[in-house]
């Protein structure tokens, strides 16, 4: 198995395992000591927790993950993890992955989030043949919708709850990730 790890200005993202996902749900943090992490202030937050089933999931389907799953957001000076971002696999059919994230509260507003996702963008294009990339976010989560405007998303679709956005791999290319 490739050991796959971005690292950015401020940040590395290491994909999530399952055995990770599983020693979270028990509140078993030896896995992440393992790797030398810690964990953020209020980390593992009711988001994340709640997400873990769904990653564990995606991750059963596998042998290890692809990095079309979901990543644990990591601060590169203290090692403490902040949120997650990541992938819903990945369609070859129609050559797309949709992609979301979540830093806990303490640590929003610091353009980690940014960070994050520009290195998956980044990640994404470069080791897999995309015509684009979704995401979705709460009509009133103007933080997101913010972000992936910033990002050069399109929206495509919304309805009473969400709005939907496109990431056409010829847009990516006019922007610096």
């Known amino acids: 198995m490739k050991k796959l790890q971005l690292i950015t200005d401020k940040l590395i993202l290491i994909p999530f395992t399952r055995k990770i996902c599983e020693n979270i749900l028990l509140n078993d943090f030896t896995e992440l000591d393992n790797l030398g992490l810690k964990k953020g202030i209020k980390w593992p937050d009711a988001e994340i927790l709640d997400t873990l089933p769904r990653i564990i999931k995606n991750l059963s389907k596998l ?4 990095g079309f799953e979901s990543w644990m957001i990591i601060k590169k000076d203290t090692k403490e993890i902040i949120g997650d971002a990541g992938f819903k696999g990945v369609n070859r059919i129609i050559k797309s992955t949709d992609i979301g994230y979540g830093i ?5 507003r610091k353009g980690y989030a940014e960070e994050a996702v520009k290195a998956l963008i980044n990640w994404a294009f470069e080791n897999e043949d995309l015509e684009d990339i979704t995401a979705s976010c709460y009509l009133d989560n103007i933080g997101s919708k913010n972000l992936l405007e910033k990002l050069n998303f399109e929206e495509i679709e919304r309805n009473d709850e969400f709005i939907y956005w496109l990431l056409p791999l010829n847009s990516k290319k006019n922007i610096h990730l």
């Not at 042998?63 to 692809?66: C, G, L, Q, S, V």
């Open 63 to 66: 042998d290890y993950p692809t």
């Open 104 to 108: 806990i509260e303490a640590e929003r």
